[in-house]
């Protein structure tokens, strides 16, 4: 199993520009997260999804968008890039929202 | 204010000593996870603790979950350089997702 796959690993965005990061996973987990991570801090949760067709916001959605049309995948759309929005982005899926989280290599955003 | 308080939020240290990290919370949870998070990678479960007053040990690391599953903490014997990383725990309150701390991170100089 390759677990939980993001692409790209790394891109630099102009303000305004507009960009979807990938995710995948491989482990027929119904639970899927998007998280950003600031420099030095935890996790932010953005949005999650308990099943093929549902999403829900978390902790800091605004300025991003998800959709979950198979249990494989979760992309993460951002339309209107800002600064604000440079960080670490984080996928993980889970088979439970209390079981164990399992973490994507991360993708780093740089907005400029 | 943070569902779960980590302390500290930076520690470093010097090879060889020992540590201990808190995760603390006015809350109840059904259980708590512990999570290592090296730099440039995404964090890794450590471990899940489940029952008020559970001990678990994983080599030098060993982890304690209060008696009334409020709190939890880390404790690390004779760090190693290795041990360097961020530390998240993680709690499921009844009925809700897993909940993250803001972490703390370890660094342990040779």
């Known amino acids: 199993n390759a677990g939980v796959t993001q692409t790209p690993k790394f891109r630099i965005l102009k303000i305004g520009q507009s960009m979807t990061l990938q995710c995948t996973q491989d482990?027929?987990?119904?639970?899927m997260y998007w998280y950003r991570q600031d420099p030095g801090m935890g996790l932010k949760l953005i949005y999650y999804?308990?099943?093929?067709?549902?999403?829900d916001k978390g902790e800091v959605p605004n300025g991003y968008n998800v959709s979950r049309s198979t249990t494989e995948d979760f992309p993460l759309r951002l339309e209107l890039a800002a600064p604000s929005q440079t960080s670490v982005y984080f996928c993980?899926?889970?088979?439970?929202?209390?079981?164990?989280?399992?973490f994507g290599p991360g993708t780093r955003l740089l907005v400029l | 204010t943070q569902l779960l308080e980590q302390s500290p939020q930076f520690l470093s240290i010097q090879e060889g000593e020992n540590l201990t990290v808190y995760c603390n919370s006015s809350?109840?949870?059904?259980?708590l996870q512990w999570y290592r998070q090296e730099p440039g990678e995404g964090p890794v479960l450590l471990v899940t603790?489940?029952?008020?007053?559970e001990v678990k040990k994983l080599k030098r690391l060993t982890f304690q979950f209060g008696d009334a599953r409020k709190d939890s903490s880390l404790h690390i014997t004779a760090a190693q350089p290795g041990d360097t990383g961020l530390y998240l725990c993680?709690?499921?309150?009844?009925?809700?997702?897993?909940?993250f701390g803001g972490g703390t991170r370890l660094m342990v100089k040779p």
């Open positions: 603790v489940v029952t008020g007053g």
């Open positions: 482990m027929n987990h119904n639970y």
């Open positions: 993680a709690g499921a309150l009844a009925g809700n997702m897993l909940t």
């Open positions: 999804s308990v099943g093929a067709g549902i999403t």
């Open positions: 993980a899926s889970s088979y439970s929202e209390k079981e164990t989280q399992y």
């Open positions: 809350s109840v949870f059904s259980s």
